[in-house]
């Protein structure tokens, strides 16, 4: 294959079609849905409040989209969101720790297990999805480990009442939120060093053999989406006012559900940061507008795993090629 081959999947990904923003259009035809048949949904403070709660989400999405380009999936997203709050009470409730100081460390503990877990993928070889479900689940068992020791510990005020704060109303994870995916989209559009994500995820011999540092790379995408993931449960947990083992349960069931449907592909070289936040944005407010219809909980895991079935069937008949291989 010649280096003009080896650029190709990059110039397809990044070109415009109608079928490339599919998401907003579920995301728009979602909204009218719901507002013309619930009331209190189109209001100012109901829309405020899920794009609340989507932007702590979002933090975890940010990492587990990267990697989903590079052809790699996270499953321990999740783990790692409530780990990051249940640090975070660690470190405040153990060690009297300022808020900030205690979330810096939080985040940089989990992007510490994020690379461990990269560097296992790469350095031998191994399945990213049984790597990360491994973590998942060593993670998962700290938190309930942790939780349990701070059982009925609330944070004081000043730990907490940072992540309401706000800018002309609109809360500031929100708009940090969209300043993070449209600055993202744009680097990972003209950025030469987040443009070999893609060929990554196309073709990582081919992208190494013209130089590209693969594993490195990898590496450091897993310890952004286990920090990222951090982050954003740092921010719930805080908003909770107390680590609890519920927080980011089943969240990479959501996160990937979001990438998938927003077009990234499970094959890699094919994602995009912003329409994963409208992905997220879907996910989020149909679980909303569920809920305002008193529908079980049980049966809108069933939908979101129905959703989440025809996403990827969608995904890999789109990615079937003739020889049944992909190049």
Not at 299 to 323: F, K
Request: some cysteine.
């Amino acid at each position: 294959m010649d280096k003009k081959a080896g650029m190709t999947p990059v110039s397809q990904t990044r070109r415009f079609g109608f079928a490339d923003w599919m998401i907003v259009y579920l995301v728009t035809a979602l909204f009218i849905f719901l507002s013309l048949t619930r009331n209190a949904f189109f209001t100012y403070s109901n829309v405020h409040s899920i794009l609340h709660e989507v932007s702590f989400n979002f933090y975890a999405a940010i990492g587990f989209t990267l990697l989903i380009i590079m052809g790699e999936l996270d499953l321990s997203v999740g783990s790692l969101f409530g780990f990051g709050g249940a640090m975070m009470g660690f470190f405040i409730f153990n060690y009297k720790m300022s808020a900030p100081a205690a979330i810096a460390l939080a985040v940089a503990v989990s992007a510490l297990i994020g690379l461990a877990a990269g560097f296992l993928t790469v350095k031998f070889r191994l399945n990213s999805m049984m790597v990360t479900i491994g973590v998942m689940m060593v993670v998962k068992g700290l938190n309930w480990y942790l939780v349990n020791r701070f059982s009925g510990r609330q944070f004081a005020l000043s730990a907490r009442r940072f992540v309401s704060g706000g800018i002309f109303g609109v809360k500031w994870t929100i708009i940090l939120m969209v300043v993070i995916a449209v600055v993202m989209e744009i680097l990972l559009a003209k950025s030469r060093h987040l443009k070999q994500l893609y060929y990554i995820g196309h073709n990582a011999d081919t992208a190494i053999l013209y130089g590209i540092n693969a594993k490195a790379v990898k590496c450091v995408c897993f310890a952004i989406s286990a920090a990222m993931s951090a982050f954003g449960g740092v921010l719930m947990t805080a908003r909770l006012a107390h680590p609890n083992v519920t927080v980011g349960s089943n969240l990479e069931i959501s996160i990937i559900t979001a990438a998938v449907i927003s077009g990234a592909s499970i094959f890699g070289g094919r994602g995009s940061i912003v329409r994963t936040m409208f992905g997220v944005i879907f996910v989020f407010t149909l679980i909303n507008g569920m809920t305002s219809f008193n529908i079980n909980t049980y049966v809108q895991q069933i939908i979101l795993g129905a959703i989440l079935i025809l996403a990827i069937y969608l995904d890999i008949r789109a990615n079937a090629e003739p020889t049944g291989e992909r190049a």
